[in-house]
């Protein structure tokens, strides 16, 4: 028989979890199903790890979550060789079979070696393939897909085609936007030499090298990526942080690195993450936070997330943070009474759980203010930088030692954990347009998820550490919230300022541009894209009402398994839509692991294209 075809289009994490279900499917098939299987697994960069987390990018390029909570597989490694279905986790890689310099379970793992125990999870999933199925890798870049009578054709980069039955498309995050975000920068850069302007992209894709030592650099943004750029300006040129004599770390330059005035919105850069004191596979167990407790007090048929999702999140997050203070204070016993006692004060108004915490001994602790938390600068002005900047380390100063007393010592730290373990009950909220267009819009996206951002997104507690060294030192600076950045033709040099700085105006000769580009059907300039836009297939996901409407730049998709819905409003159902691509019409779709333990979201979504896929070929077969 002709084989069945899949094709696996990205390879990174989310491809390479739809590849190791697709396997673990096939091993546990009847011995009676022989169609033979052929699993092509395409990607442009590096077949097995993908763009983001290629295996020869520097190694100070780290991830931001814990070593001991990422695993590649679907299963807990048994007795048998690693397969589909059944490895370890990165931690238990690393710790038998990886490079020197294991962190522990609660370090940090460079990017690059994350690479490398993708490419083991690949050939992992490779060698466990029954003998009638065989997987295809494929280094190259598929710049078109059109529907056949039969299935689809892929077309590559050298002009050659691949006939296949199915397509997940799980492209990641796409290259920088054909339409530049600030194209006034780039104009004025173009128009006086010895100036830059790097548009937002990977860090290990950006020029880095190109800016010379001394330079002034501006960076945009102070998120992930804002720290890879320090990281890359210091350690990536030979400087070295080492301990001083009242502990601190401090920057010992090299004498190559240039010097940076930073900002954002916020003006707050990334917090850092609670040092992980919970063993793997444990997460928060919700009591005030359900999707059917949302359902069931929500105000209308559609949801507003200020007035139904909200309160009940922050009553979550207070919940644990209370519980923490009284365990840690006076046992599980008086922790759980608490918690038992909240779950019985909730009724049609979310309950007042400070109120409760009081009677337990606990109600000298404010409730946490998601909101003060993430922007603590909201409303203020500064006479000068120097004032701004004793702000600045203050708080970023008492917030890395709360997160380094990690999320079981800290109430603090194990209520942000909540946010954390509560993605899938806020995705059940808001995915698919379950959110009024307004309050997608507004509330959820330009409100709630910048905020929370800088409270759980964070990168390791090192990395502010790093942070507030280099300021300490002069080698950067933070100029303060609302940034600008614009040409100053007077000087012919870029200015950065923040309006609510008094005297923060710095020229610099380069500016980077270090914000993830905004997922944006629309702009995305892949090939794949543009063909897939063209003929249909792919749509951009609109939520509207008879009010408003919002263009959210995502795919628009069905539920499980994600086929992509097409112009004639009909999903293609043998094609699959995963991760970045189909943000907004799907919230956090840019993580990139999955944890061990029991499955979440992210094994489930890959499973669920898997049963799809192979069920549809034995269909045909039958």
């Known amino acids: 028989m002709r084989p069945w075809r899949i094709a696996v289009v990205g390879s990174g994490p989310r491809g390479l979890m739809v590849a190791e279900r697709l396997a673990a499917r096939l091993a546990q098939g009847r011995q009676q199903e022989r169609r033979p299987v052929e699993l092509h697994v395409i990607d442009e960069t590096e077949v097995g790890c993908g763009r983001i987390y290629r295996t020869d990018q520097s190694m100070w390029f780290l991830m931001n979550t814990p070593v001991g909570l990422i695993t590649g597989f679907s299963g807990e490694p048994d007795d048998g060789p690693a397969r589909a279905g059944a490895g370890p986790s990165l931690d238990q890689w690393w710790t038998t079979a990886g490079p020197p310099g294991h962190p522990g379970p609660e370090g940090y793992a460079p990017r690059a070696v994350y690479g490398r125990y993708l490419r083991f999870v690949l050939a992992a999933i490779e060698s466990g393939l029954p003998p009638h199925a065989r997987l295809v890798p494929v280094r190259d870049s598929v710049l078109a897909l059109a529907s056949t009578a039969d299935g689809h054709r892929l077309t590559f980069s050298d002009g050659t085609t691949l006939d296949v039955d199915r397509v997940v498309l799980a492209t990641g995050h796409s290259r920088p936007p054909a339409r530049e975000p600030r194209p006034d920068l780039a104009g004025f850069a173009a128009l006086h030499p010895g100036l830059r302007y790097l548009r937002g992209d990977s860090p290990a894709e950006m020029t880095l090298d190109d800016v010379p030592a001394g330079a002034a650099v501006g960076i945009l943004g102070l998120g992930l990526s804002f720290f890879d750029v320090m990281t890359a300006f210091t350690l990536g040129r030979g400087g070295r942080f080492g301990e001083g004599a009242d502990g601190e770390l401090v920057y010992r330059p090299s004498g190559l690195e240039p010097t940076v005035v930073a900002g954002s919105r916020s003006g707050l850069p990334l917090m850092a993450k609670g040092v992980n004191r919970r063993p793997p596979g444990s997460a928060h167990r919700h009591v005030l936070f359900t999707p059917q407790l949302v359902e069931r007090h929500a105000s209308g048929p559609v949801l507003d997330f200020v007035a139904d999702v909200l309160p009940r999140l922050s009553a979550e997050v207070d919940l644990a943070y209370y519980a923490t203070e009284l365990r840690r204070d006076h046992g599980e016993r008086k922790a759980s009474d608490f918690i038992t006692a909240v779950a019985a004060s909730d009724g049609p108004t979310v309950p007042d759980v400070r109120t409760v915490a009081a009677r337990f001994g606990a109600g000298h602790l404010p409730p946490v203010d998601l909101d003060a938390l993430g922007r603590p600068f909201a409303g203020l002005a500064f006479d000068d930088p120097k004032e701004f900047d004793g702000r600045l380390v203050e708080v970023l100063t008492a917030a890395v030692r709360e997160a380094e007393r990690g999320n079981v010592e800290s109430p603090l730290m194990a209520a942000l954990d909540v946010i954390r373990d509560s993605r899938w009950v806020i995705r059940a909220c808001v995915d698919f347009g379950r959110l009024t267009p307004a309050s997608h819009r507004d509330d959820f996206l330009g409100g709630f998820v910048p905020a929370s951002s800088v409270l759980v997104g964070g990168p390791p507690p090192v990395r502010i550490r790093q942070l507030l060294a280099l300021m300490d030192c002069g080698l950067v600076r933070v100029a303060g919230p609302g940034v600008r950045v614009e ?136």
Do not use: C, K, M
Not at 554 to 562: C, D, N
Not at 595 to 600: A, T, V
């Open 487 to 622: 040409g100053d033709p007077e000087s012919g040099r870029f200015l950065v300022s923040s309006p609510r700085v008094a005297g923060s105006a710095t020229h610099v000769d380069t500016v980077i541009d270090a914000r993830i580009p905004a997922v944006d059907l629309t702009r995305d300039p892949a090939p794949l894209t543009a063909s897939l836009r063209a003929s249909g297939l792919w749509t951009e996901f609109v939520n509207e009402d008879d009010r408003s409407r919002f263009e959210t730049g995502g795919v628009a998709v069905t539920a499980a398994p994600f086929h992509p819905v097409g112009r004639t409003g009909r999903p293609a159902t043998g094609l699959y839509v995963l991760g970045v691509p189909t943000e907004n019409a799907r919230w956090f779709t840019q993580v990139g692991f999955a944890r061990p333990g029991p499955w979440g979201d992210f094994v489930g979504d890959a499973d669920a294209i898997a049963a799809h896929a192979l069920e549809a070929g034995r269909e045909i077969s039958a």
